[in-house]
């Protein structure tokens, strides 16, 4: 499942992986940041989190980075969706504008020809 999501460690044996990249999901970003914050061990130290009791401080460091590396990058995808059409926008509204103005143009124009064509006095 690990390799599926695109996430690897070299704090975790193979056989353990799965079991605990489910267990971090399942507990989420900000339990697992605040476990990590009490936590005074190094990255080889094993800390309890949910039903797994030997859990490498490592292997929860490189998953909490992985998923802020996620998390940023779906936002910056966000970002830039919204720049594209808030520009999009921006061209349509100055579109619009213009049209607008080439239309009264016109309707001035033909207002002023036909005053012009009238029957002088």
Do not use: C, N
Not at 30 to 59: C, D, M, N, V, W
Request: no cysteine; glycine share 8%.
């Amino acid at each position: 499942m690990a390799e599926q999501l695109g996430f690897s460690s070299r704090w975790a044996p193979s056989d353990k992986a799965d079991d605990w990249l489910q267990q971090l999901e399942r507990s989420g970003t900000e339990a697992i940041r605040y476990k990590l914050a009490q936590h005074a061990g190094g990255s080889a130290g094993s800390i309890a989190i949910g039903t797994e009791p030997y859990l490498t401080k490592g292997f929860a460091e490189e998953w909490l980075e992985w998923k802020d590396r996620l998390k940023r990058e779906a936002d910056e995808a966000h970002r830039e969706r919204v720049a594209w059409w808030t520009k999009a926008a921006a061209i349509g509204a100055i579109l619009a504008a213009v049209f607008t103005f080439i239309g009264a143009l016109a309707t001035v124009s033909q207002a002023v020809i036909a005053w012009l064509a009238l029957p002088k006095p």
